[in-house]
Every structure is written in structure tokens, then in C-alpha cells.
């Protein structure tokens, strides 16, 4: 059974799970009713930080443009442009053998697309969650439901897995920020 995260909360993942590597990141979300003309294009991405929370190069983040690490730790499986799936709207495969001992925490974001020229912000966004999977067998590991705590956010970092004592921990974070994915990028220390 799948453990339930508030923001905030931080849960083991291979120190209960002996030998788990191979992990499936999943996120979704639903609209609300908008009649603003544009579809909502929300894209998942994945920043891997060293110690001091940046990036080591702009090879470290993983979007729909560049959809795998070097290092085959991370993963992402394909931009969903609308939504409008059942389910996850975007996944990430993660192994946790394959990450550089650099790299400290992998952090997972979504962002609007062209929030700002469509005018849309995460406050007309619902049901966004992350949750991870065990790959071998698809079992939900870890769930967070972000709630609607969100108004004119147009990105946020939705949790990381992080090392801790030589195993991997996940932190449900659920922090907004404005100016979409170039003020995240800024802040993770991409060249943007």
C-alpha cells in the first residue's frame, strides 16, 4: 500500500525497499473550466542538483527537450501536450544505480507553457499529484496530492528524492513560483 505524503513530509524509499532501483515518476493534473482559447500544456522536468542545490551543468535538467540524462538515471517518456489523460499525464523513469555520485537530489517540477502569453497559472489547475512507482512491478510506492493551495503560480517544485546515510529519501515539497520554467531554471542554476 502506497504511503500518502503532506507537504512537507519526508518518507524512506530503499531503506524499506532492499534493492529497489528501477522507479517510475509519475504526475497528473486536471483543469478547471477555463474558456481562455488555448489548450493547458503543463511539462514535467527533472533537475539533478549536487550538495549546493544546483545543477553541475545544463545537461542536469531533463524536459521535453532533452528527455534523458547522459548518465541513464533519468528518463522522461514524453510531453503531453493537453492533459488530458486518465491517469499520469507525464512520466519520468528513474534509476537510482545509474545516478552520479554528484548528484545529491533529483528534483521534479511542472510548469505551464506559455503561462504568461496564454494567461494561466497553476490556480486553474486541480488534482495535481506525483507519485512513485516500484518499475518491476508497478506497485505505488510513495503518493502527493498538491491540493489547491495555489493562485498565480505558473511552476512548481512538486517534491525530490534525495540521499541521505547512503540509501534514497522523498521529500513532498508543493512549492510555487512565478515566471514559469525559466525563473525555476534560474533558481537550479541552468543557463537560461
Given at each position: ?6 507537504k512537507?513530509?519526508?518518507v524512506?524509499l530503499?531503506?524499506g ?10 504526475l497528473g ?9 488555448y489548450?493547458f500544456?503543463?511539462?514535467?522536468a527533472?533537475?539533478?542538483l ?5 545543477v553541475?551543468?545544463?545537461l542536469?535538467f ?29 512520466i519520468?523513469?528513474?534509476?537510482l544505480?545509474k545516478v ?9 517540477t ?11 497559472n497553476?490556480g486553474?489547475?486541480?488534482?495535481a499529484?506525483?507519485?512513485v512507482l ?7 510506492l510513495i ?11 505558473t511552476?512548481?517544485?512538486v ?8 540509501e534514497?529519501?522523498?521529500?513532498a515539497?508543493?512549492?510555487?513560483f ?15
Amino acid at each position: 500500500m502506497a504511503v500518502g505524503l503532506i507537504k512537507g513530509q519526508k518518507v524512506d524509499l530503499t531503506k524499506g525497499n532492499p534493492g529497489l532501483s528501477k522507479l517510475l515518476v509519475g504526475l497528473g493534473w486536471d483543469t478547471n473550466r477555463y474558456d481562455g482559447g488555448y489548450d493547458f500544456d503543463l511539462d514535467a522536468a527533472a533537475f539533478l542538483l549536487g550538495q549546493n542545490g544546483k545543477v553541475t551543468s545544463d545537461l542536469d535538467f531533463v524536459f521535453y527537450n532533452h528527455m534523458k540524462h547522459e548518465s541513464g538515471a533519468v528518463e522522461h517518456m514524453g510531453d503531453s501536450l493537453t492533459g488530458g489523460n486518465d491517469g499520469d499525464d507525464e512520466i519520468m523513469k528513474i534509476d537510482l544505480s545509474k545516478v552520479p555520485a554528484s548528484i545529491s537530489r533529483i528534483d521534479f517540477t511542472v510548469t505551464i507553457y506559455d503561462a504568461e502569453m496564454r494567461n494561466q497559472n497553476f490556480g486553474q489547475v486541480s488534482n495535481a499529484y506525483i507519485h512513485v512507482l516500484d518499475q518491476t512491478n508497478n506497485r505505488e510506492l510513495i503518493r502527493f496530492d498538491l491540493g489547491e493551495d495555489f493562485s498565480v503560480e505558473t511552476a512548481v517544485v512538486v517534491g525530490e528524492l534525495y540521499r541521505h546515510n547512503g540509501e534514497w529519501k522523498f521529500n513532498a515539497i508543493g512549492s510555487g513560483f512565478s515566471g514559469g520554467l525559466r525563473a525555476l531554471g534560474l533558481n537550479f542554476g541552468v543557463n537560461v
